[in-house]
């Protein structure tokens, strides 16, 4: 599946390798009251959550930016036939590489693959199978990683302790790195001509968002600070898979502090469309704004899912995220 969102003459484009309800609420995000999400099920269902199996929706895809003479991968995803400990993620087949070609993004015209963190479902399609080797899938590319991420994983790889994610590592980014394509970055330094990387410590130690500035645009691709939109209400409850959850609430708090003085987009890396979401200040706390479904009519309006028309613009002097 394909979606496509023009910021004056760079084109992004979101293709999807699955979308649904795969996660459980209390497995995912332990700690969130199930109180919470019966209560703001008006505009969480049936986006965000299905309240009969108690799952989050979940979207695993690659994020694609064509800007100029550049064609920029954001994370890529689960891949196609890896080996995997959850069983939506395992072995799966998808058409990715061809959806990749229809969006004009074929693989060996792919530049730069750009990632936010090295967890298995953000490095899948960096490689593929061939035989019984898994090679660079985007040859000519330059790959891209946090350095902070890169030295935790491998000294981990190296001492066996890197666990669940010692797969994925050996699989989608030890070829990377033995093919010589790997690079790495700090953040402040800006990556593939238009991307800066703020640190973003939590989810990994490594981990940052991306920020991306754009004919009046300021969009941030988040990673896996936010996995549901009911965490920009409970900030402090962390996924199942932040490694760092003090750091982790840190950065989620720093980042809601950020965009609420601003006008930036949010993606989070596992939400579904191009809307993006809005994030504001909302008495000693923050409310989402999650795109065009609040500007519905018939919608009811709802305390925490302010309407735009609220929505007072500020503009504020450069800040970490900017
Ligand atoms: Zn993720």
């Given at each position: 599946m394909?979606?496509?969102r023009?910021?004056?003459?760079?084109?992004?484009?979101?293709?999807?390798?699955?979308t649904?309800?795969t996660?459980?609420?209390?497995?995912?995000?332990?700690?969130?009251?199930?109180?919470?999400?019966?209560?703001?099920?008006?505009?969480?269902?049936?986006?965000?959550?299905v309240?009969?199996?108690?799952?989050?929706?979940?979207?695993?895809?690659?994020?694609?930016?064509?800007a100029?003479?550049?064609?920029?991968?954001?994370?890529?995803?689960?891949?196609?036939?890896?080996?995997?400990?959850?069983p939506?993620q395992?072995?799966i087949?998808?058409?990715?590489?061809d959806?990749?070609?229809?969006?004009?993004?074929?693989?060996?015209?792919v530049?730069?693959?750009?990632?936010?963190?090295?967890?298995?479902d953000?490095?899948?399609?960096?490689t593929?199978r061939?035989?019984?080797?898994?090679?660079p899938?985007?040859?000519?590319?330059?790959?891209?990683?946090?350095?902070?991420?890169?030295?935790?994983f491998?000294?981990?790889?190296?001492?066996?302790?890197?666990?669940?994610?010692?797969?994925?590592?050996?699989?989608?980014?030890?070829?990377?790195?033995?093919?010589?394509l790997l690079?790495?970055?700090a953040?402040?330094?800006?990556?593939?001509?238009?991307?800066?990387?703020?640190?973003a410590?939590?989810h990994t130690?490594?981990?940052?968002?991306?920020?991306?500035?754009?004919?009046?645009?300021?969009?941030?691709?988040?990673?896996?600070?936010?996995h549901?939109?009911?965490?920009?209400?409970?900030?402090?409850?962390?996924?199942?898979w932040?490694?760092?959850?003090?750091?982790?609430r840190?950065?989620?708090?720093?980042?809601m502090?950020?965009?609420?003085t601003?006008?930036?987009?949010?993606?989070?890396?596992?939400?579904?469309?191009?809307?993006?979401?809005?994030?504001?200040r909302?008495?000693?706390?923050?409310?989402?704004?999650?795109?065009?479904?609040?500007?519905?009519?018939?919608?009811?309006?709802?305390p925490?899912?302010?309407?735009?028309?609220?929505?007072?613009?500020r503009?504020?002097?450069?800040?970490?995220?900017?």
């Amino acid at each position: 599946m394909m979606r496509s969102r023009k910021f004056g003459d760079v084109e992004l484009i979101q293709i999807v390798e699955f979308t649904g309800p795969t996660h459980d609420l209390e497995w995912m995000l332990p700690g969130m009251p199930r109180s919470a999400f019966d209560a703001n099920a008006s505009w969480l269902l049936p986006d965000y959550w299905v309240a009969s199996t108690n799952r989050l929706v979940f979207t695993m895809q690659v994020v694609v930016l064509k800007a100029q003479d550049r064609i920029i991968l954001i994370d890529t995803g689960v891949g196609n036939g890896k080996t995997r400990i959850s069983p939506h993620q395992n072995m799966i087949n998808t058409p990715v590489l061809d959806w990749l070609a229809a969006v004009g993004a074929p693989p060996d015209k792919v530049t730069h693959v750009v990632h936010t963190h090295l967890h298995g479902d953000h490095v899948g399609w960096d490689t593929c199978r061939d035989g019984d080797r898994w090679v660079p899938t985007f040859p000519n590319a330059i790959y891209l990683a946090p350095a902070d991420d890169w030295t935790d994983f491998k000294s981990r790889h190296d001492t066996g302790t890197l666990g669940v994610h010692d797969g994925p590592f050996v699989d989608s980014v030890l070829p990377i790195a033995e093919a010589g394509l790997l690079r790495f970055f700090a953040p402040g330094e800006e990556v593939a001509g238009c991307l800066l990387p703020t640190a973003a410590p939590g989810h990994t130690i490594g981990q940052v968002t991306l920020s991306f500035r754009h004919a009046g645009e300021h969009c941030i691709f988040s990673a896996d600070v936010l996995h549901s939109p009911m965490q920009v209400q409970y900030p402090d409850i962390n996924s199942r898979w932040c490694e760092y959850p003090d750091a982790a609430r840190a950065t989620r708090r720093g980042l809601m502090e950020t965009v609420a003085t601003t006008e930036a987009i949010v993606y989070p890396a596992h939400a579904f469309g191009l809307d993006g979401w809005r994030i504001v200040r909302q008495g000693d706390g923050y409310a989402v704004h999650t795109g065009p479904r609040s500007a519905v009519p018939a919608r009811p309006a709802a305390p925490h899912v302010p309407d735009a028309s609220n929505i007072v613009p500020r503009r504020v002097p450069q800040t970490a995220h900017g």
